[in-house]
């Protein structure tokens, strides 16, 4: 019973290069989210994707991209990396009712851009 | 502007004391509150929610959690800490759906 599961779990990218992060899930759920996580900021929210076929902006979506492949798959681009882009990045989900339903949390993606 | 406030970045308690962790809230209507905690190199992993009813929530490994409406806080407790409980804890809002405001996190520090 994986839940939630991001790969890479670790990178490191020059500045400029292109890279994708996948998140899979397995629990059936219609939601997705992209967060990412810096030191004192706690988590901020790049893109989700309410169910399969959609996508929205969250609160830092600048220099990424997002493609919700299929009700399991949600993944995250950066086009071109920026060490500003240096961060913890956490795929989650939440299962249908999303206003009180927690969220299920991959082990995240550590990306250090040089 | 909608946020949650984690005021203090660590909380150090020794084993066996109760353990309290502050959250307060600034968020229109009546919104969902999560807690949350992460262990290094996880992910988040949920530990307790409060949606409507007692404002004593009980949840995972012992914790619970005190809302207090006229204050705007959801405080997290434990009776009595063990030094496993160390670990960063997060506080989260759901204002609406597909919204979730996460506080800054505290550290928890269990002493021996």
């Known amino acids: 019973n994986a839940g939630v599961t991001q790969t890479p779990k670790f990178q490191v990218l020059k500045t400029g290069q292109s890279m994708t992060l996948q998140c899979a899930q397995d629990?059936?759920?219609?939601?997705m989210y992209w967060y990412r996580q810096d030191p004192g900021m706690g988590l901020r929210l790049i893109y989700y994707?309410?169910?399969?076929?959609?996508?929205d902006k969250g609160e830092v979506p600048n220099g990424y991209n997002v493609s919700r492949l299929n009700k399991r798959e949600f993944s995250l681009r950066l086009e071109s990396a920026a060490p500003s882009q240096t961060s913890v990045y956490f795929c989650?989900?939440?299962?249908?009712?999303?206003?009180?339903?927690?969220?299920?949390f991959g082990d995240g993606t550590r990306l250090s851009i040089l | 502007a909608q946020s949650v406030a984690q005021p203090e970045d660590q909380v150090n308690v020794a084993e066996g004391n109760p353990l309290t962790v502050k959250c307060t809230y600034s968020?229109?209507?009546?919104?969902?509150l999560f807690w949350y905690v992460q262990y290094p190199n996880r992910g988040l992993q949920f530990l307790l929610k409060?949606?409507?009813?007692?404002?004593l929530v009980k949840g995972s490994y012992g914790f619970e959690a005190e809302f207090n409406k006229s204050q705007t806080s959801f405080h997290l407790k434990k009776p009595s800490a063990l030094v496993s409980d160390s670990a960063l804890y997060f506080c989260?809002?759901?204002?609406?759906?597909?919204?979730?405001?996460f506080g800054t996190g505290t550290r928890l520090k269990v002493l021996a």
């Open positions: 629990m059936n759920h219609n939601s």
């Open positions: 409060y949606i409507t009813g007692d404002n």
């Open positions: 989650a989900t939440t299962s249908p009712g999303t206003e009180n339903q927690p969220q299920h």
């Open positions: 994707s309410a169910s399969e076929g959609t996508t």
């Open positions: 989260a809002v759901s204002p609406g759906t597909y919204k979730y405001i």
């Open positions: 968020v229109s209507g009546n919104p969902y």
